[in-house]
């Protein structure tokens, strides 16, 4: 018997020392390939600060709170990627309090924006804007944000590959791209105001017409669609009878000039081209099964008194004075993209509400920097003339919480 007890001992001892071994190996195996950070990590982070096991997660919804750690970058560093105008510390913007806030989801915290873990989430992946200057805008806070702001050389110009050169005579390219080679990462812009498909027509007398066919998405996305991982597309603020008109754009569907009453309203053209656009790429994510897609709301203007060119001013600069809140149950503000995603596979990049707390945060009141003089002249330097722009935002800014938001639900 006491025998019959020893050799048990042993087995037992035996047994515990090579679970002891497997769990050693197992420890060292995780310590040289250690897991990456990942999706999950970051939906680990949601899940853990959700005030409830029930709650979600409702990124539209939610209040602005003071953070010391914003910007997320400085305006006056980030010259490699900002257009000049756009920032608003080098065009003598008085005031920054606008800066230090940031957004709190309903339901959740966003984890802290790091630009390492970012790019090393989007490695291999390409990161696409399409859409007007607001798109621009948004395009570049993000280089702003991969880069913290600094000069870095080693990122590439890559617009070649997607055929985003300038053309001879033009002012800039259609687009730029740009690759981070630590992690393959690239990033970019594709300038398509309206999100139609705009081909030249054949036409010798000036100016210059441009069919502009509503039920076609841009050439562009058509291309290069399987390129990307993650799409952001949005229009809003070109469909206007003067920019339409001014560009020379004339309304096509079914490859036939529109005539008569049918779209004749602005309105129900720019809703038309939002729901082609998104049936479009609905069906085509079946084919590309990694791409994410966002289609972000309007972005608000804030003209007070008058519109751009009747004098009218968003010369606010309290933050918040229109309140801090996003709160309630119902939908979106643009109900066009809202209902134009509903029931498809796109998500909705719900900005509109948020953004129209913040009034205090465009470049208007920013000064313009006067060009230099080809010649010399007599005429005496007057006071640099007053930005009066209510559309666009100061970077860094309103759109770096774009950013953040799509980010946290990629």
């Known amino acids: 018997m006491l025998g019959g007890k020893s050799y048990v001992l042993r087995g037992s001892v035996s047994l515990a020392l090579v679970i002891l071994i497997l769990f050693m190996i197992a420890l060292l195996v995780s310590q040289d390939n250690p897991l990456p950070t990942s999706f999950f990590d970051v939906k680990l982070q949601f899940t ?20 010391r750690k914003r910007p997320l970058y400085s305006g006056f560093e980030c010259k490699q990627w900002l257009s000049t105008m756009w920032s608003c510390r080098i065009m003598g913007r008085p005031d920054f309090s606008f800066e230090g806030y940031r957004w709190q989801p309903q339901g959740c915290n966003m984890p802290h924006f790091d630009r390492f873990t970012f790019l ?5 992946k390409t990161i696409a804007f399409i859409g007007d200057s607001l798109g621009r805008q948004q ?75 509503l039920d076609r998405p841009p050439a562009f996305m058509r291309n290069y669609l399987h390129r990307f991982d993650v799409l952001i597309l949005n229009t809003g603020h070109h469909w206007n009878r003067g920019k339409i008109e001014g560009n020379h754009w004339v309304m096509h569907v079914n490859g036939t000039r529109v005539e008569g009453e049918f779209l004749k309203d602005i309105k129900d053209a720019k809703d038309f081209t939002i729901h082609s656009v998104v049936k479009w790429l609905d069906a085509q994510l079946p084919l590309h099964p990694r791409l994410r897609a966002f289609f972000r709301t309007l972005s608000p203007r804030h003209f007070r ?33 809202e209902s134009a995603v509903n ?68």
């Not at 959700?50 to 602005?64: D, E, H, M, P, Y």
């Open 139 to 213: 395009f570049q806070s993000l280089m702003c944000m991969a880069t913290g702001g600094e000069e870095s050389p080693e990122v590439q110009n890559v617009g070649w590959e997607y055929g985003l050169v300038k053309p001879k005579g033009a002012i800039r390219p259609d687009g730029w791209a740009y690759r981070f080679p630590t992690t393959n990462t690239t990033i970019l812009y594709y300038w398509s105001a309206s999100l139609s498909d705009l081909v030249p027509m054949n036409n010798t007398d000036p100016p210059q017409v441009t069919a502009m066919h």
């Open 305 to 337: 008194n008058g519109d751009w060119n009747t004098g009218g001013n968003c010369n606010n600069t309290v933050p918040l004075s229109r309140g801090s809140e996003v709160t309630g149950d119902d939908g979106s503000v643009d109900r066009t993209v």
């Open 120 to 124: 090393n989430r989007m490695q291999n």
């Open 343 to 410: 029931g498809t596979r796109i998500k909705i990049l719900d900005i509109t509400a948020l953004s129209e707390l913040r009034d205090e945060a465009h470049i208007s009141g920013s000064k313009l920097k006067p060009r230099k003089p080809k010649k010399a002249s007599n005429v005496t330097s007057s006071t640099p003339p007053i930005v009066n722009d209510c559309l666009h935002w100061c970077l860094p800014g309103i759109p770096d919480t774009w950013n953040e938001l799509f980010i946290a639900q990629i």
């Open 48 to 67: 853990a600060s959700s005030s409830s096991s029930s709650s979600v997660c409702n990124f539209a919804k939610g209040k602005w709170v003071k953070d």
